[in-house]
């Protein structure tokens, strides 16, 4: 619903990331007074590269430094830079910098930079500030006039700040927990483990074995850039069942081999696969996702994570019990994320100035049951509850503000992506055949007047 009242919040976002600068914008425009808490120097979020990884990897093991960015340094985008970008502020080439349809991580974080200056953001965020603390201050009828505790603390400062607020934007990505899997032997095992969110380059697996767990796409592409200076690199699937691109580059490499699951890791070095068949290895590199977390919150149990389900969320943004006070910005994956995280903001800065309402309690609580129903059903994971993996579910949650629908041009040139990956993993980022749709791309508004406006700085 929507109506004309519009009033002012003090709101928090939690992240200087995607998710948390888009936030930061929708909210301003809205008329809100923003304050963004960042934990590095800069944003980007994700997209901040840190070669830096001294510290304790996930297993306890070796000294690796707790980092939020799980990028590595070869990494290069796995979607063309035409469909990336918020709705209004196209992801544009520009002279002097990586110009190529697949740039690279440094590019994308450029670009956040780029839009981050464009509309003023720096001056509300503070960076190396960590929140500590988020929780409900005792303040009026629950549900409708609390107010919200946040603790944060700046790298350089001796003292925790406390500060009041009347809403909490979470905008805290989820690329930085390792998911990390239950194998027989994995404590025990005495040789390397680790898991690719502290993987940088493929120097110091030079004339290893390497055991790579998880044939996603960052399995796919390390498995690939190792090759080129391990002895050995055993990718181990849930399925040997593989795409038409990774079967090509395992017949290219013969020190590239597939293999099964792995049954357990044995102590004098051998890992098992559940084929009965095993190798010796230096190092097993788990390349097996991310888990959801929130250390900070501190909401009573009114939302938790679960096996990677976050919530009850409405809509994958909002705990009923708290809404629209508290949201949850970036928590959907396999969606075109950048326009996503835009309607996401709309909604909660119209929410929050009264101009749009929500649904009861009791009807988004109704909402979430039948949602989780029908994952339950059609026999999705619980761990997969966030992935939503089709335009339409985009396209009607742009519906509840008026959002527009993704462009047909975009979902055409995400499609043609994912086929050309599937068909040729190590060339699709330099070799496609969908000039025409990129043509009709670059002739849309959203690369003409606003691609225009968006590069006068």
Excluded at 72 to 91: N, W
Excluded at 139 to 164: I, L, N
Excluded at 299 to 312: A, E, F, L, M, S
Aim: net charge negative; hydrophobic share 40%.
């Amino acid at each position: 619903m929507v109506s004309e009242i519009s009033l002012s919040k003090n709101v928090c976002v939690i992240g200087a990331g995607p998710s948390g600068l888009v936030a930061a914008r929708e909210l301003t425009k809205e008329g809100h007074i923003v304050v963004v808490l960042e934990q590095n120097h800069d944003v980007g979020g994700q997209w901040l590269y840190d070669p830096n990884v001294e510290g304790e990897d996930p297993l306890g093991r070796k000294k690796f430094q707790i980092v939020h960015s799980s990028i590595y340094a070869s990494l290069r985008l796995t979607s063309p830079r035409e469909i990336m970008g918020y709705t209004d502020f196209p992801f544009l080439v520009k002279k002097g910098r990586d110009t190529r349809r697949f740039p690279g991580h440094k590019e994308l974080w450029l670009y956040l930079r780029d839009f981050c200056d464009y509309f003023g953001l720096r001056e509300m965020i503070r960076f190396d500030t960590r929140v500590e603390y988020v929780g409900m201050l005792d303040y009026g009828e629950f549900g409708k006039d609390f107010k919200w505790v946040v603790r944060s603390k700046q790298k350089t400062a001796e003292k925790v700040v406390e500060e009041v607020f009347d809403a909490v934007v979470v905008a805290t990505g989820h690329y930085s927990k390792p998911r990390l899997p239950s194998i027989r032997g994995m404590e025990a095992w005495k040789r390397k483990q680790m898991h690719s969110h502290i993987y940088r380059v493929p120097e110091p697996f030079c004339n290893e074995v390497v055991v790579v767990v998880g044939n996603s796409l960052s399995g796919q592409d390390i498995s690939m850039e190792l090759v080129e200076v391990a002895k050995e690199v055993h990718l181990s699937a849930k399925s040997l069942d593989i795409t038409e691109g990774l079967s090509k580059v395992i017949s290219k490499n013969a020190n590239l081999h597939l293999h099964p699951q792995v049954d357990s890791l044995q102590e004098d070095g051998r890992i098992l696969f559940v084929d009965g068949s095993s190798i010796i290895a230096d190092t097993v590199l788990y390349c097996t996702g991310y888990s959801y977390a929130f250390p900070f919150l501190d909401i009573k149990g009114i939302v938790d994570v679960n096996d990677d389900r976050v919530g009850p969320l409405y809509e994958h943004t909002f705990p009923p019990a708290l809404a629209p006070f508290l949201s949850f910005v970036g928590i959907p994956r396999k969606i075109i994320g950048f326009p996503f995280f835009e309607s996401q903001a709309k909604w909660i800065a119209q929410l929050l100035s009264g101009r749009r309402t929500l649904p009861s309690y009791n009807d988004m609580m109704q909402s979430i049951k039948e949602f989780y129903l029908a994952r339950d059903v059609a026999g999705i994971p619980k761990h997969n509850t966030h992935d939503i993996a089709n335009f339409e579910s985009c396209d009607r949650y742009g519906d509840h503000i008026g959002f527009p629908h993704l462009e047909e041009w975009r979902k055409q040139l995400c499609i043609s992506a994912l086929v050309n990956a599937d068909a040729n993993l190590e060339t699709y980022r330099d070799s496609w055949d969908d000039h025409e749709l990129l043509q009709e791309a670059l002739r849309s508004p959203h690369f003409t007047q606003l691609g225009a406006q968006a590069f006068t700085m």
